[in-house]
Each structure stands twice: as structure tokens, then as C-alpha cells.
């Protein structure tokens, strides 16, 4: 009986991701198809990239999949991951009141955080060190304004999907990834009111946590299921994933 249950515990991975990838929907549409494929059970951890980030140094993880691409290539710089291999993307939005009283409505998301600062416009971040919080840092900052000199930001240090209703319910603009925008059902009078730049783009990324770091590492059945996210069945299993009809994520290969 132990040597079955060592052998069960072998065939399991735990993956520390971000929350967007479980509040998309996205985990419970793939893992099926990879545990089927090749009996590998995956327990997901879903948190924010940079607790991700910090589970993996502990060595509490096998796998980051995270969407911080600076600090995922610091993660392997600092010999903490194996290698960084793309796995899909998609955009953030920023959302906000129909009325739009900022009138941010538009495609510049640097503009748009001007406006929100200089109306004093209630806004939420998610203030959690994930990789849209580090996103929506690098737009204020280029838009050369320091976010908490508006006295209605709000940091929640919490998931999407709290952000997204703490906004729905007090009527402020907050940044989100669109996957988990998609997923969302308590939308209140939240509308998309600035996408398509370019600066907007969210990209995901595998590492597989060091084994000569953390010798516990399954270092074998993590990189199968690397290999499988980025190699035509993940790949093409992304591509084919649906909310409403309308893709979430796009993979890699379709750059």
C-alpha cells in the first residue's frame, strides 16, 4: 500500500498560477484534457504572480505559470526556474462606470489614467503585487502620476474577481485581464471603456521550479506538463476555449 501511494503522490503536480487563469475558467477546461493525456494529477494554487512567485522560491510549488514577464525572467536570472517558455496571452481592460465621468472612453490607457488622477475619479487596484497590479504600476507611471495622491484609490490587496465587485459596487474604474472581465457575472453598470492599446497586451509564461534549488521538485512530471501547454494539444486546447463564444486567451504560437 505504500509503494502505491508513492507512486500516486509521483503522478501529481502542484502549479502555483495566477488568479485570472482559475477565475477564467481556464484551469478547469484544460487540466481534464492533460490529466487524461497522461495521468498526471495538477493541484493549483491561485494566487497573485508575485505570491506565486514567492510559493515557488519556498519550493512550494513544481510549475509557476504567471503573467509578470520582468519578474518571471528575474525569477530564472536569479536561478530560482529552469527556463521561461511562452504559453499564451491576451490583454488587460480597463473598465468603468457606463457613464464614464472621467471620460477615459477611448484607446489610451496612459490618457486614461491622466484623467482618472485629474478628476480624482474613484479607481481600484487589486494593490496584491499580482501581474496586473504590476501592469497597472508601469501605466501610472508612464502617465507620470503617483496613483495614491488620489485620495479616492483604493488598493483591496485582493483577487480579480473581489477588485471587480468591490468596482461594481461603488462605481470605479479598475484595470482587469480580460479573461476573468469575461467570466465576471456581477457587472452592475461596468462597461470595457479602454482597450485595444498595444501597451495592453498580457502575456503568460511557464518555469519549472529548479530541482538543484528544491531536490523535492517533480521535475519530470512538471516539464511533461510544460511540454504539453506549449506543444500543439495545450496549445491548440487554449485556442479552442470559450466564454460566451468569445476566445479568452490566445496561444503562443499565434503571435
Not at 512567485?53 to 510549475?63: F, H, N, P, S, Y
Amino acid at each position: 500500500m505504500a509503494a502505491v501511494a508513492a507512486v500516486a503522490q509521483a503522478q501529481s503536480i502542484v502549479v502555483a498560477s495566477t488568479t485570472s487563469t482559475e477565475q477564467s475558467g481556464l484551469f478547469r477546461y484544460l487540466l481534464p484534457r492533460f490529466e487524461a493525456a497522461t495521468g498526471i494529477a495538477v493541484k493549483v494554487v491561485a494566487v497573485g504572480t508575485g505570491q506565486a512567485l514567492d510559493l515557488a522560491r519556498r519550493g512550494d510549488a513544481d510549475v509557476l505559470l504567471v503573467h509578470d514577464r520582468a519578474a518571471e525572467e528575474r525569477f530564472v536570472a536569479d536561478g530560482w526556474g529552469v527556463q521561461r517558455r511562452d504559453v499564451m496571452f491576451n490583454d488587460f481592460v480597463l473598465v468603468g462606470p457606463q457613464g464614464d465621468p472621467a471620460r477615459v472612453r477611448g484607446g489610451d490607457i496612459v490618457e486614461a489614467l491622466r484623467r482618472i488622477a485629474e478628476q480624482r475619479a474613484p479607481f481600484v487596484s487589486r494593490g496584491d503585487r499580482s501581474g496586473t497590479h504590476a501592469a497597472e504600476l508601469r501605466y501610472w507611471a508612464l502617465a507620470g502620476v503617483e496613483p495614491t495622491s488620489n485620495g479616492a484609490y483604493r488598493a483591496c490587496g485582493c483577487g480579480m474577481g473581489p477588485a471587480l465587485n468591490i468596482a461594481a459596487g461603488t462605481g470605479a474604474y479598475v484595470l482587469t485581464d480580460r479573461g476573468t472581465w469575461l467570466a465576471f457575472r456581477n457587472r452592475a453598470d461596468l462597461v470595457v471603456l479602454v482597450e485595444g492599446d498595444r501597451r495592453l497586451r498580457n502575456e503568460y509564461g511557464v518555469i519549472l521550479v529548479n530541482p538543484a534549488r528544491h531536490p523535492h521538485v517533480r521535475a519530470v512530471e512538471g516539464q511533461r506538463f510544460i511540454d504539453w501547454l506549449t506543444g500543439p494539444a495545450g496549445q491548440a486546447a487554449i485556442a479552442d476555449y470559450r466564454i460566451n463564444g468569445e476566445p479568452v486567451f490566445f496561444p503562443a504560437a499565434r503571435r
